[in-house]
C-alpha cells in the first residue's frame, strides 16, 4: 500500500532592496514628500515599516505593499527610518534621511551710529550702518543691500557685506533684504541723513565807524 502526496516548497533568504528616498539636501520652505520604494526578487514585498523623530513625531507604522509616501510638513528637521519586510520576513537594510523645512521668515534690523548725532533724522559725523538679522530656522543665506542717495552710482558708499558699512555726506534711502538658506526673505527701507559740513555765516557789512541812523 502507498500514499503520494504533493506539496510546494518555498524558500527565500534574500532581504528586499529599499533605496534610500531622495529628499533636498538643505532646509525648503515648502512641505517635503518622502516616497520610499521597495524592491524584492524572491516572495515579493509585504510592507515597509517606517517612524520619524525631531520635529515630527510619528510611531512605528507600516505602508502595505511596496511603495508609500510620508508627508512632512513641520518646521526644524525630522529623521525618518525606514525598513521593508518581504513576504517571506526578510528585512531590508534600514534607511534614514533628514528632511529639513524652514517656513519662517528671518528677521532683519539695523543700527545708525554716528559721532555726532544731529537733530530731526540728521547726523553731523559719518554715519556706521549695521545689519541686525536673525533667523531661528535655517540660518541666514545672505544679507543684500541697494541705496538711493539722489547723486547717481558714484555717490560715496563704503560698504561691506558682512559688516556694517559708512556713509558719507548725503540722504539715503536704504532697501536692506536678508533671505535664509530656505529661500525666505525679509526687506526692509530706511532712510539717513548725514550732513558733516559746517555752515557758512558771512560778517555782515556794516560802517566801521559811529553812525547816528538805524542800522539793519
Do not use: C, H, M
Not at 520635529?55 to 525606514?82: E, K, L, P, Y
Not at 528585512?91 to 559721532?115: C, F, H, Q, R
Not at 538711493?148 to 532697501?175: M, Q, V
Not at 532712510?191 to 559811529?210: A, E, G, I, N, Q
Amino acid at each position: 500500500n502507498s500514499t503520494t502526496i504533493n506539496f510546494d516548497v518555498k524558500v527565500d533568504t534574500t532581504a528586499p532592496t529599499l533605496p534610500t528616498p531622495t529628499v533636498p539636501a538643505d532646509y525648503v520652505n515648502t512641505a517635503v514628500d518622502v516616497n520610499l520604494a521597495a524592491t524584492d526578487d524572491g516572495s515579493g514585498i509585504a510592507r515597509i515599516e517606517y517612524s520619524a523623530s525631531g520635529a515630527t513625531v510619528i510611531g512605528s507604522t507600516d505602508i502595505i505593499g511596496d511603495q508609500g509616501t510620508v508627508r512632512i510638513t513641520a518646521d526644524g528637521t525630522t529623521i525618518i527610518t525606514a525598513t521593508a519586510y518581504d513576504v517571506a520576513g526578510n528585512p531590508s537594510e534600514s534607511v534614514t534621511v533628514d528632511v529639513k523645512i524652514d517656513t519662517v521668515a528671518p528677521t532683519l534690523g539695523y543700527t545708525v551710529v554716528a559721532a555726532d548725532p544731529g537733530v530731526l533724522g540728521w547726523q553731523r559725523a559719518d554715519a556706521t550702518v549695521t545689519r541686525i538679522p536673525g533667523d531661528g530656522g535655517s540660518g541666514i543665506a545672505t544679507t543684500t543691500y541697494t541705496r538711493d542717495d539722489g547723486s547717481g552710482p558714484d555717490a560715496p558708499l563704503d560698504y561691506d557685506i558682512d559688516g556694517p558699512f559708512i556713509l558719507r555726506d548725503g540722504e539715503y534711502t536704504i532697501s536692506a533684504t536678508t533671505t535664509d538658506r530656505a529661500d525666505n526673505s525679509t526687506t526692509i527701507v530706511f532712510d539717513v541723513k548725514v550732513d558733516t559740513t559746517t555752515p557758512l555765516l558771512p560778517t555782515p557789512d556794516v560802517s566801521p565807524d559811529y553812525v547816528n541812523t538805524t542800522v539793519d
